[in-house]
């Protein structure tokens, strides 16, 4: 995804959306102006949740070719998943390097060889100086917002200055945010430097979809154009 200039995109996540209603929530996003699909998978042992893994991630390929997938891998262990999500048509499969922090560069080495882009994610707890020697291997950084496991939280304000950093320090780096982002704190994660914005119930929840992305897009936007010039 990185490019000379950076590009605002917005990822909707699905996971507080009716789920037996998969391929319709996903393309009703997509259709309101989503870039991508952020699929939030859970392994209720990393997170004490559970969600869904790459046999449905293949169902919505197929009835969504073209979109792009992102698989938030919330799993204590990613090396496992890497193949069978590849083969399921995830594109950029972002895992979190605390449970695997020895062998982070060997999971993003097997990531990319499969052909995927490799995004590295870090939960509240974890600071930019355990990240800091691997983002050279990664495409995408996800600084989570909330704790990983659940929908609908409260946004850490307190996460922002990991988004400046990296923002100061690597100025053409895709930077994600992830959790309670909506229209009350985009302007916070937007300055901070975050261009790939996920975004769950404030979009779902919502009663305009496309006016909440415009809105989220329209303040990300603002604030890259101070970059880019
Ligand atoms: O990774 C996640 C939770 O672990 C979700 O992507 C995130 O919570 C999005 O939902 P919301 O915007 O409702 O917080
Ligand atoms: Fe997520």
Redesign the pocket.
């Known amino acids: 995804m990185m490019e000379n200039k950076l590009k605002c995109r917005i990822g909707p996540?699905v996971?507080?959306s009716d789920l037996s209603q998969l391929y319709a929530e996903s393309q009703k996003l997509l259709d309101n102006g989503a870039d991508y699909l952020?699929l939030?998978v859970?392994d209720g042992n990393f997170?004490p949740n559970l969600t869904f893994g790459h046999p449905v991630v293949k169902c919505l390929r197929k009835k969504i070719p073209n979109a792009f997938f992102e698989a938030?891998m919330?799993v204590q262990n990613p090396e496992q998943w890497i193949e069978p999500m590849n083969n399921a048509g995830i594109n950029l499969y972002t895992f979190h390097i605390e449970p695997v922090i020895t062998d982070v560069i060997r999971v993003c080495r097997k990531i990319k060889e499969s052909g995927m882009k490799v995004g590295l994610a870090i939960k509240p707890g974890t600071g930019i100086e355990d990240l800091r020697c691997y983002i050279d291997h990664a495409d995408v950084i996800l600084v989570?917002t909330?704790?990983?496991?659940?929908?609908?939280?409260k946004f850490l304000q307190d996460m922002m200055p990991k988004v400046q950093w990296l923002r100061h320090n690597y100025p053409l780096l895709d930077i994600e945010v992830?959790?309670?982002?909506?229209l009350n704190t985009i302007t916070a994660c937007a300055e901070a430097g975050a261009n790939m914005i996920?975004?769950?119930?404030?979009i779902?929840d919502s009663i305009d979809q496309a006016a909440v992305i415009a809105s989220l897009r329209e303040t990300v936007e603002s604030s890259i154009h101070k970059c880019n010039v």
Request: charged fraction near 10%; proline fraction near 3%; aromatic fraction near 4%.
């Open positions: 996540s996971l507080n952020h939030d859970m997170v938030h919330m989570m909330v704790e990983p496991g659940f929908g609908g939280q992830d959790g309670g982002v909506g996920v975004s769950g119930t404030a779902i």
